[in-house]
C-alpha cells in the first residue's frame, strides 16, 4: 500500500507531461503572446520528456534486481513492449506521412531519410521519444553490466554534454564559416542530438540510479528542485536574451538536476492510491501518441486559432484514451495501442 501511495503522485505527473507535449506541439499561447508561448514551452513544457526518461528508467530498472538472466529477460520483455507500440504506431501514422510526401514531393532522398528516421528520431515527429527510450534504455543497460551505475551516470552526462552543445548553440554553429559544413554534415546524418543517443541516456541513467541508490530525503528534494528550476528559468533566459533559443531547443542542463528531484519529491509525496491514477498513466501514453492525429487536422482548420486548437486537441485525444481503456477487455487488440 505504500508504494501505492507513493507512486500515485507519478502517475498524476505523467498525466501533466502529456498535457505539456501537446502544447509543445500546439503553441497555445501564441496569439496572446509569443514570448510568453515560446518561455512556456521551453520553461515547462520541456520538463516532460526527461520526465517519461526517468520515471520509465526508474521502474524498469528496480525490478532488474534478479539474476543476469532473469534481468535480461525482464529487459527483453520491456523492450519488446516498445518495439510493438512504436511499430503499431508507425503504421497509424502511414497516412500522415504519405500526406507529407505528397505536400513536399517524393524522392529516394527523402525515403532514404525516413528510414534514417525510423530508427533514429521517429517514424513521425512526436514518436521519437519510443526508440530514443529504446536506444537510451539498451545504452544505459550495456554499460551497467560494465561500470558501475555512478559511471553510466557520468558516461550518460557526458553524452548530454556533447548534446547540449549541438543542440542549444546550433544558431552559432550555423553561422561559423568552418564549423557551420561540420554541423550541416551531422544534421544530413543524425538530423538531431534530441535522440537515444544524445538525450535520453542521462535521464535514463537517473532513473536507475535512484531505483539503486539511496534518494535524498522529501525536503532536500524540494529544495533541490525550486533551486534547480530556478536556475532552469535563469539558463533558458540566458538563452532568450542571447537570441539563441529556437524552437527546438530542449537540452537544457539545468533540466538535469530538475528532473532529478521532481522525480524524486514525487516518490515520496504519500498520497491514497485509486484505480482512477493508473487510468491516468495509460491516458498519458494514449494522448502522446495520438494527439497529433487531431493536431495536424485542427491547425489546418484553424491556423491562427491555437488555443482553441491546444484544447481541442486535449478534448479529441483524451476521448480516445477513454475509449480504448473503456472497451480494451471487449476488443482485446487495443492493448496495443497503449
Known sequence: ??????????????????????????????????????LFIAIVCRLA?????????????????????????????????????????TV??????IWNYMSEGFSLISLAGWIRDFFLNGSYYHLWFLPA??????????????????????????????????????????SLPYVSIVYGFFTKTLVTARDGFFFAPIFIALGAYMAKMPRPKLK???VGFAASFLLLIIEVMTYYSLGILQDLSCMFLS????????????????MEYKPVYGDLRKDSTLIYVSHILFARLLLLVLPEAHLVVYLATLAFSSMFAFLVIRYRKQIPWLKYLM
Open 92 to 97: 497509424i501514422y502511414i497516412p500522415y506521412t
Open 133 to 174: 527510450l529504446i536506444t537510451g534504455t539498451l545504452i544505459v543497460y550495456l554499460i551497467g553490466e560494465k561500470k558501475r551505475i555512478s559511471k553510466v551516470v557520468f558516461i550518460s552526462m557526458i553524452l548530454y554534454f556533447i548534446g547540449y552543445l549541438i543542440n542549444v548553440y546550433a544558431p552559432i554553429w550555423q
Open 220 to 222: 532536500a528534494s524540494c
Open 1 to 38: 500500500m505504500v508504494k501505492a501511495k507513493q507512486y500515485a503522485a507519478v502517475d498524476i505527473a505523467k498525466y501533466v507531461s502529456a498535457l505539456l507535449v501537446v502544447a509543445i506541439h500546439t503553441y497555445p499561447f501564441l496569439e496572446i503572446s509569443e514570448t510568453f508561448n515560446t
Open 255 to 270: 533540466l538535469v538536476p530538475t528532473t532529478y528531484f521532481l522525480m524524486n519529491l514525487l516518490l515520496d509525496v504519500k
Open 49 to 89: 520528456v526527461p520526465f517519461f526518461f526517468v520515471s520509465s528508467g526508474y521502474f524498469l530498472f528496480r525490478k532488474l534486481n534478479g539474476t543476469k538472466k532473469q534481468n535480461l529477460n525482464r529487459l527483453k520483455k520491456y523492450l519488446w513492449r516498445l518495439i510493438s507500440l512504436y511499430l503499431v504506431w
